[in-house]
């Protein structure tokens, strides 16, 4: 089961412009986590999920998959700085 901020970041990957396609390294998903926060914020992230999901969940199911894995490899479990910055952006 995803926590809170697996599940925020989850969300900001599924949002960003990064695609599978592209491979993308540790850096490139924290800078498009990131981004994707700063840009349209957490309920921002929902939203788009929520409609991806409506539209085309065909694809919506294996994008989060691939999102949640990504996020899962990328950020260590309990990262007290990254927790504090996504305190900062839900305020």
Do not use: K, N
């Amino acid at each position: 089961m995803a926590t809170t901020f697996e599940a925020v970041r989850a969300e900001a990957l599924f949002a960003s412009d990064l695609q599978s396609s592209q491979a993308p390294a540790g850096g490139q998903i924290r800078d498009a986590v990131a981004a994707t926060l700063r840009r349209i914020g957490i309920q921002g992230c929902a939203a788009r999920v929520a409609g991806e999901f409506g539209d085309h969940p065909e694809t919506a199911v294996a994008r989060m998959a691939w999102a949640l894995a990504l996020v899962r490899a990328t950020y260590p479990a309990g990262g007290p700085r990254i927790h504090r910055a996504l305190r900062r952006l839900a305020a």
